[in-house]
Nanobody, 115 residues
Framework: QVQLVESGGGLVHPGGSLRLSCTASGSIFNIFHMAWYRQAPGKERELVATITAGGLTNLTDSVKGRFTISRDNTKSTLYLQMNSLKPEDTAIYYC?????????WGQGTQVTVSS
């Protein structure tokens, strides 16, 4: 059973930056396509960014040019660099594999963008 632990969230002003991390237990992390998701209050969870096992990335339109997804397979860790943050980026951010059947969700990390 893979366990996911997200960290790095916090409260930032609009225009600020944060770097999220997600560590996956176990040694199988490197073979999976991975993704960051987020869920804002009262909204459904949405896909934010994906990265293939080989490192190809894709971002949802609302974060293109501001967010960067990356991974370090030697550390079984997924990252999300978030720049130029906006109030609408406020949400709980989760990582998981990019698949129709997910691992158990972690607790997520809260990102709040507010002045």
């Amino acid at each position: 059973q893979v366990q996911l632990v997200e960290s790095g969230g916090g409260l930032v002003h609009p225009g600020g930056s944060l770097r999220l991390s997600c560590t996956a237990s176990g040694s199988i992390f490197n073979i999976f396509h991975m993704a960051w998701y987020r869920q804002a209050p009262g909204k459904e969870r949405e896909l934010v960014a994906t990265i293939t096992a080989g490192g190809l990335t894709n971002l949802t339109d609302s974060v293109k040019g501001r967010f960067t997804i990356s991974r370090d397979n030697t550390k079984s860790t997924l990252y999300l660099q978030m720049n130029s943050l906006k109030p609408e980026d406020t949400a709980i951010y989760y990582c998981n594999k990019r698949a129709s059947i997910h691992w158990a969700w972690g607790q997520g990390t809260q990102v709040t963008v507010s002045s």
